[in-house]
């Protein structure tokens, strides 16, 4: 089966750190993607991971513990524009790359 | 930047119509996939393509679902006979090639189907 679990909401004050878990039981594993999404429009690109450990990319960091199906996105310096939903997708076992998205967390960042 | 672009932005059809969603890939990219997100769900996939053959479906793919690549830049989404559930944003998404370490998949804008 096929389960991808992240909150559904969550706030955050601007100026500040925030990291949005994602837990995943796949049938296949070949790499976990982090997608932002504002509301109406389409998945952009944020992260990539496929070995353990910890990758950053400016305000924006990504962890992935395979162990443990685990991952996180960590959001620093929060700005109002990143309001928006964050959505935790794993590359499924298939060999086009298709993804398997989780809900997605939809972050609400306060003044 | 290249990206892929989606048409229409808005279909409003009737239960039962045929519709052909609209997409142009990026033009070096070799995998193509559609998605759909319904109203506050989850996006999930619905089909693969490469080398002009869907290369890998998912069970909400049935019978009533077509892709095509007719002129080596569209890529379109054929809906036989639309049903209510079937309304939902279609989101087309391609990828270069299999040796592009990150696997990315760029997605279009979208096109919002409603069936009433």
């Known amino acids: 089966g096929q389960n991808i679990d992240q909150p559904t909401e969550m706030t955050a004050t601007e100026g500040a750190i925030v990291q949005i878990n994602c837990t995943y039981q796949?049938?296949?594993?070949?790499?976990l993607f982090w997608y932002q999404q504002h509301a109406g429009e389409a998945p952009t690109f944020l992260s990539y991971?496929?070995?353990?450990g910890l990758e950053e990319k400016g305000r924006f960091s990504s962890f992935l513990s395979r162990s443990k199906g685990y991952s996180y996105l960590l959001l620093k310096e929060l700005q109002m524009k990143d309001s928006a939903s964050y959505l935790c997708a794993v590359r499924g076992a298939g060999s086009q790359g298709n993804l398997i998205f989780g809900k997605g967390t939809k972050l609400s960042v306060k003044p | 930047e290249p990206e892929v672009t989606q048409t229409p932005s808005h279909q409003v059809t009737q239960m039962g119509q045929e519709v052909i969603l609209r997409c142009v890939p990026i033009s070096n990219h070799l995998y193509f996939y559609w998605y759909r997100q319904i109203l506050g769900q989850k996006v999930e996939f619905l089909v693969s393509?490469?080398?002009?053959?869907?290369?890998?479906k998912s069970e909400i793919f049935d019978d009533q679902f077509s892709v095509e690549r007719p002129d080596g830049s569209n890529f379109t989404l054929k809906i036989r006979s639309t049903k209510l559930e079937d309304s939902a944003m279609y989101f087309c998404?391609?990828?270069?090639?299999?040796?592009?370490?990150?696997?990315?998949?760029?997605f279009g804008p979208g096109t919002r189907l409603t069936v009433t």
């Open positions: 796949t049938s296949g594993f070949n790499g």
């Open positions: 998404a391609s990828r270069a090639r299999l040796a592009d370490p990150s696997y990315e998949q760029y």
């Open positions: 393509f490469y080398n002009n053959e869907i290369s890998e």
């Open positions: 991971n496929v070995l353990d």
